[in-house]
């Protein structure tokens, strides 16, 4: 996800749009995998009810009980402070990793944002902001097997990206790609041309649909459409499948990062800062809910991407505080974490920087 803004979390120093150069992983004893139901009490999981100043939705539904497995395919991680992507399952046990030996050309680094599986189940499509490229990886073979951008070169003109962010492989074998700093949105066929582009190269001005202010996030839609994420709006505008604005609207965050439609057609939306919040949004604008509390085991450090499910649950990385959760925002409980609260690391249950995640659907990795 994008990042704008210079920090120091979790020991790691943070400056530009995304660089970052993160430290090895602090010398820690691997504790139990944290991947199971939390308790209303259980505080140390990282609980913190949602403070009652804050609006939250009477008509709201309620997260069904959450079993051993909330995530019944399994839910890819990029690990981005590892230089991975993991697979954990219904247990959180990894069942799946990249990369491995013979997974990249001779040299070349791996730092994912962000990573989606395609909709045929077969590949996954990443992307590296700090790199300048996308990948596409097989699952079963483990290898890169397309690649669009020049590692570690940023640019504009054709087969250049700059600060590419959420690459999502579609259905026509396209991949639809944020570049921010070129404050664009675009297709890319598996020819790599590009097929189609919202906003114009290089104008980073808020005038939807011709221009964006530094689009960090572009999420396809059912309906053909996409959702996309202003950095300097700070807005988010849905466009239809012809490129139409059905909505602009203003959101109150810092740093909005990457926005998606709940089943409602509402917005919710990370604030990527610390304290970090996730916010939902209807398409006028109106605040529905925020969960963003400002101290405490509940607090978020750089959100990047919270994705709504049917129930009314959210599941988000929390990036600079090591972990993946799933959170019912009515009550503010965490119903299931996965990563040691401020404990970096990469040994059994823990993550660093988790930048990414995606749900996966059953028997897209063996044995889920």
Known sequence: ???????????VLLAGCGRVTPPPPA?????????????PSASTNGLL??????PVPSAMPTPSPVPAGPFPGGLLIADRGNGRLIVVDKAGRIVWQFPVTGSLPAGQ????????????????????????LVVRIDIATRRVIWEYGHSGLAGSA?????APDDAY????????????????VIEIAPDKHITRQWGQTGVCVDNPPATYAESNGGTPLPDGGILITEIRGPRVVRLDAAGNVVFSIHVPAAYPSDAQLDPQGDVVVSDYGNPGAVIALDPTGRVLWRYGPISGPGRLDHPSL???RADGSVVLNDDFRDRVLLLDPRSGRVLWQY???????????HLFIPDGLDQLAPGVILGT
């Open 1 to 11: 996800m994008g990042r704008m803004l210079t920090l120091v979390a979790a020991g």
């Open 169 to 184: 492989p579609l259905a026509n074998g396209d991949v639809l790609v944020a570049d921010i700093r070129n404050c664009r």
């Open 306 to 308: 919270a994705v709504p």
């Open 339 to 349: 990563g040691v609260t401020d404990q970096p690391g990469s040994g059994l249950g």
């Open 109 to 132: 680094p791996f730092s994912a944002d962000d990573a989606f599986v395609s909709p045929d189940g077969l590949t996954i499509t990443a992307n590296e902001e700090n790199l300048e």
């Open 27 to 39: 010398a820690i004893s691997p504790p139990p995998v944290v991947a199971s139901p939390a308790s």
């Open 49 to 54: 009810p949602v403070p009652t100043s804050l």
């Open 158 to 162: 054709p087969g250049y990206l700059n």
